[in-house]
């Protein structure tokens, strides 16, 4: 079964919870992991974060991924793969994910229990994106699942019908061997049938 889905629920009222200063374990909805910069999201979101049993990761500050580490954005040693259920509470604060290289994947959700949850409990909050955007891999026609619509998009770009941005290649190199080929179009075959 596959689970692999991105939901961007947009703006949902809930109850405001008390604030806690300190970073909460992540490991319920009321004890969220406070993320303050990239890094901090980073260990909890990564399946190589030093923070990743936490699930839930609310941001506490603004934070924008330029000039970081002396470079201009985000480059591929900071993406970050998905590979379990995280849920990300966006709390009224603005990030913006700019990436120095262009078609960046810096949120990537990947493998069969793989789910990442947006939302803003308080409102007003923004996710956006310069050179970057959240990945599902296999998603080629990038609708947010994976389903037969993307075999055909990849069977269409192996055959030449239709040509491929470099992001959609990326995301239909689905065994990451640097090419889109029949083997990758099994591989989302498999996906959707559950194996
Ligand atoms: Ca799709
Ligand atoms: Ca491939």
Do not use: W
Not at 110 to 125: C, K, M, P, R, Y
Not at 151 to 162: D, K, M, P, S
Not at 177 to 185: E, L, Q, T
Request: hydrophobic share 40%; net charge negative.
């Amino acid at each position: 079964m596959l689970l692999a889905t991105l939901m961007l629920l947009g703006m949902l009222p809930i109850l405001a919870i008390s604030a806690s200063a300190a970073t909460g374990s992540g490991t319920s909805i009321n004890d969220p992991f406070i993320a303050n910069n990239y890094y901090q999201l980073y260990s909890v979101l990564s399946n190589n974060g030093l923070n990743r049993k936490a699930q839930y990761v609310k941001i506490g500050a603004d934070f924008i991924t330029q000039n970081m580490n002396g470079y201009s954005g985000l480059v591929r040693d900071d993406t970050i793969t998905i590979n379990a259920q995280k849920h990300l509470d966006l709390n009224g604060k603005k990030v913006e994910l700019i990436s120095q290289i262009k078609f960046l994947c810096p949120l990537n959700i990947e493998g069969d229990n793989a789910q990442l949850t947006i939302d803003d409990s308080v409102g007003g909050g923004e996710l956006s994106y310069k050179n970057a955007k959240i990945c599902l891999l296999g998603d080629a026609n990038m609708d947010g699942n994976i389903s037969v619509l993307d075999v055909t998009e990849v069977q269409n770009g192996i055959a030449g019908a239709l040509e491929l941005s470099e992001y959609q290649n990326k995301l239909a190199d689905v065994n990451n061997d640097g090419s889109v080929s029949v083997n990758d179009v099994t591989q989302i075959q498999n996906i959707i049938a559950g194996f």
